[in-house]
């Protein structure tokens, strides 16, 4: 299923929704109490994350239903159901309750340290690690973002984003993938400057991570990329596309520290809750600070168009402003 939080064309608030057909959507709420769910929440403008814990047990049963969904349809529009166009994508998850994002593709770490003068250190091998970013300054497809206060060196970063589908805590990497409802583009924008000072003081980033991360367009259910995962591993495409121009290109198969660790990790005398958002962290290749601002033709600025392209998921496009 793909799964998504918007505004319909003629809406007036935030509707979270299931994609029935290329272009329809239907209210995830009247979608599941046309298939007779009963445990839903009487508010039927309900978050995505509330309807998680009901969608887990019965993804591929609801996928069916979607691929038999010209049948279910008419009957669905026979008894006053809607389907409507999309105005606007919102984060799938709106306000995750938190937002953990992890440093977990070596090219990326290997390549990041080497540009401020660092080499690698055993502990990073050890221990897939994690800062949490701000939850409550996400972006959806097609936002705009301009730099934070004090920055001429705006950097994008492509990373694969993960939704946890109900609470959990002390999970094992063995069961780590039951614990995922599913995956989502996350564009992991950075103030470099403001970077290089934050962590010079042996804390952060902070401030230069605050400002806005961009997620969607849509959050694909774990089953949708069943046959993308084995073991421990995914293996997903992911590119990213400066004003039409691909600067790159990189793939989920390489994470030195897979997902289920990951959770593991973060779940480790820890709740995470339905909603919550974890990312891999940026993928080789996958922002101006490894590519050099040289190749790219400078850091991020007014104008400018960011695409991140993660297969089976979709694009997540940003447009950069100025700062008003």
């Known amino acids: 299923m793909r799964l998504a939080t918007i505004l319909p064309e003629n809406g007036t608030g935030a509707v979270a929704a299931v994609s029935v057909?290329?272009?329809d959507w239907v209210s995830l709420h009247d979608f599941l109490s046309f298939f007779g769910v009963r445990e839903l929440s009487a508010n039927p403008t309900a978050p995505l994350s509330s309807f998680l814990p009901v969608l887990m047990p019965r993804f591929s049963e609801f996928t069916r239903k979607i691929n038999d969904w010209p049948e279910h349809g008419r009957v669905f529009q026979g008894r006053g159901g809607r389907t409507f166009r999309a105005k606007r994508f919102f984060p799938p998850v709106l306000r995750p309750s938190a937002f953990r994002n992890f440093y977990a593709f070596e090219q990326h770490v290997r390549t990041a340290r080497s540009r401020r003068g660092l080499d690698m250190i055993q502990a990073w091998y050890e221990l897939p690690v994690f800062y949490?970013?701000?939850p409550n300054s996400l972006i959806g497809d097609d936002g705009a973002i301009a730099a934070p206060a004090g920055s001429n060196e705006l950097d994008f970063g492509l990373a694969l984003g993960v939704v946890i589908g109900d609470r959990v805590r002390n999970v094992s990497p063995d069961e780590a993938w039951r614990c995922v409802a599913g995956f989502t583009v996350i564009n992991d924008f950075g103030a470099r400057d403001l970077q290089r000072t934050e962590m010079s003081?042996?804390?952060?980033?902070t401030k230069a991570?605050?400002?806005?991360t961009a997620v969607g367009p849509v959050l694909v259910t774990r089953d949708e990329i069943?046959?993308?995962?084995?073991?421990?591993g995914i293996s997903l495409e992911m590119r990213a596309r400066l004003n039409g121009r691909e600067l790159s290109h990189g793939n989920s198969n390489t994470l030195f520290h897979s997902l289920p660790k990951m959770i593991a990790q973060a779940s480790r005398d820890a709740d995470l809750f339905a909603g919550d958002l974890i990312g891999t962290g940026t993928v080789g290749t996958g922002c101006i600070l490894?590519?050099?601002p040289e190749h790219t033709g400078g850091w991020l600025k007014p104008g400018d168009t960011i695409e991140l392209d993660i297969?089976?998921?979709?694009v997540l496009r940003t447009r950069v402003t100025a700062r008003q």
């Open 311 to 314: 297969e089976r998921i979709g």
């Open 201 to 205: 003081i042996g804390l952060g980033p």
């Open 290 to 292: 490894e590519l050099t």
């Open 21 to 23: 057909d290329a272009r």
């Open 132 to 134: 949490f970013s701000n």
């Open 226 to 232: 069943a046959d993308k995962i084995e073991n421990e």
């Open 209 to 212: 991570k605050d400002f806005a």
